[in-house]
């Protein structure tokens, strides 16, 4: 990746009194000026986890050198994910004795985004929080709109709240360290902003993958971009999900049952979102939403990108419970985010119970 200093690329997500920046960049993790202009509090809490604090912690605390910091490392990974992780940080607020006029910064990645929001959101009734995402996945999605949960062993991010930061400042320079492994889970994400919403997009990326899976910093600037921009406007018409928000969790009704029945981190999020695309797309065309050619444009660009198409075998009446205590149930119907063609989703419960259970043993069935 080219380290040379480039334009910060700038976007709001309109929410009125709620509305906040979006910075995009290489190099925004050391330039104090820019961390100054945007992180207000005198009083920082970092949350941050074992994997990215010898990376990034003393570059960012370096950079804030003129405010009262504290900090907190959590373990890395989604099974962390937790109320009693939760609870580490709301006891670090506290036994530093923090008020109201306190800031918490989220240093990594979706987990550690969820965590810190959450915390920010529940203490002391709520205090100014700060995304600065080091993952691809959580650059292009999970840092943005507001969304803070953690997960239960019922299902995931079943507990959480509404809590939008004051910016999100996405460095694309830390990218470079992030593992190959990670990098594509992220690019599921990437792939999803494309099939639910922009044709064009999804097209860009189809000639475009490599050179975001090779760190290019021009395609992946653009990329993350776009991603935040399809998800602010998304999000400015529907913040706290109601209605339209509800596309930006396509796959991810099938992908959380996997994460789920798998136990949290035996798959990455973008893993299983990838393969519960692939069950999504192919309910779509069982359904005739969907063509042949463009659920096999679906599974090619995955496959090319290294991703799961193929979900595990975790059996038809699991991956049905797991789903029925998904949060897009209501009355006892499972809405589901499926797509009439690329870049057009639709939500809907509207469907026949044999055609979602044909899908179910498509994705879910275990060999006899």
């Known amino acids: 990746m080219n380290k040379a200093q480039q334009a910060i690329e700038t976007l709001s997500i309109n929410l009125g009194e709620r509305s906040y920046p979006i ?212 999000v400015g018409i529907d913040e706290r999900e109601n209605g339209l928000r509800a596309i930006l969790n396509f796959g991810h009704t099938f992908g959380h049952a996997i994460e789920n029945a798998l136990g949290y981190g035996e798959w990455l999020h973008g893993e299983a979102v990838a393969a519960g695309m692939i069950l999504a797309a192919d309910m779509s065309m069982r359904l005739g939403y969907l063509s042949a050619t463009d659920y096999q444009r679906t599974v090619k660009i995955l496959t090319l990108s290294g991703l799961p198409v193929k979900a595990p075998p975790i059996g038809v009446e699991k991956a049905r419970d797991l789903m029925s205590m998904d949060k897009k149930v209501h009355a006892g119907q499972l809405r589901l985010v499926l797509l009439q063609g690329i870049g057009n989703a639709l939500i809907t419960d509207q469907y026949p119970a044999e055609t979602f259970t044909a899908t179910l043993q498509h994705g879910f069935a275990k060999s006899s």
Not at 33 to 60: C, D, W
Not at 140 to 164: C, E, M, R
Not at 195 to 203: P, Q, W
């Open 23 to 234: 910075l995009i960049g290489v190099g925004l993790l050391s330039d104090g000026r820019l961390l100054e202009q945007y992180i207000k509090t005198r009083k920082v809490m970092i949350v941050t986890n074992s994997v990215v604090a010898p990376l990034y912690l003393q570059k960012l605390k370096a950079v804030l050198s003129n405010k009262q910091l504290y900090e907190i490392i959590l373990p890395d990974g989604e099974h962390t994910k937790s109320m009693a992780t939760l609870n580490l940080v709301l006891d670090a607020l506290v036994a530093a004795r923090l008020n109201r006029d306190t800031g918490i910064i989220a240093l990594g990645g979706g987990v550690i985004g969820d965590m810190a929001g959450f915390a920010a959101a529940c203490y002391q009734r709520g205090v100014d929080y700060y995304q600065i995402p080091t993952t691809l996945l959580s650059q292009v999605d999970s840092s943005v709109g507001g969304k803070t949960a953690v997960n239960h062993p019922g299902g995931k991010n079943l507990i959480g709240a509404f809590y939008q930061p004051r910016c999100v400042l996405a460095d694309i320079e830390v990218l470079n360290t992030l593992p190959d492994r990670e990098l594509r889970a992220g690019f599921a994400e990437v792939i999803k902003y494309g099939l639910i919403r922009d044709a064009a997009f999804f097209a860009w990326l189809e000639q475009n993958a490599q050179r975001i899976l090779s760190r290019d910093a021009q395609a992946l600037t653009y990329a993350i971009r776009r991603c935040c921009e399809l998800k602010a406007e998304v």
